[in-house]
């Protein structure tokens, strides 16, 4: 069963943030036990495809890529493109490319996600 997450507390659970504080917290790490459903409701697979696959409103500074512990630079793995709003030239980021360096091992960040995804801005205000 997929259950919300919307509080710091059901990140945690079934610790409590109480434990987490006085146990744990900046003392030793903690695993907390759960299914794959616990963060069903966060995110799944599609949606980041889909907000992924939404070119538009990806830019370099937006949609960073690190690849053996360097930034990528954007002219890698973007190309130029008008600006929706200004109409002035922007890199924007070419799925082949970025396709291809996240199969060399890059990682992907993508700066404000969570104001596209109400389960992620949930878990993030949480």
Not at 3 to 11: L, V
Not at 31 to 45: I, Q
Not at 60 to 87: H, I
């Amino acid at each position: 069963m997929t259950q919300e997450i919307t509080s710091f507390a059901d990140i945690l659970a079934p610790v409590s943030p109480e434990e987490f504080f006085a146990v744990y917290y900046g003392k030793k790490a903690l695993h907390v036990p759960g299914t794959a459903e616990k963060f069903a409701s966060v995110m799944s697979w599609a949606r980041l495809n889909d907000i992924l696959n939404m070119t538009g409103i990806w830019s370099g500074a937006s949609l960073q890529l690190f690849l053996d512990r360097e930034a990528v630079p954007p002219r890698e793995y973007c190309r130029p493109a008008a600006d929706r709003g200004t109409g002035a030239e922007v890199p924007r980021p070419d799925p082949a490319r970025v396709t291809e360096l996240i199969r060399r091992g890059a990682s992907v960040i993508a700066n404000d996600i969570d104001s596209l995804n109400p389960g992620l801005a949930a878990t993030a205000n949480a």
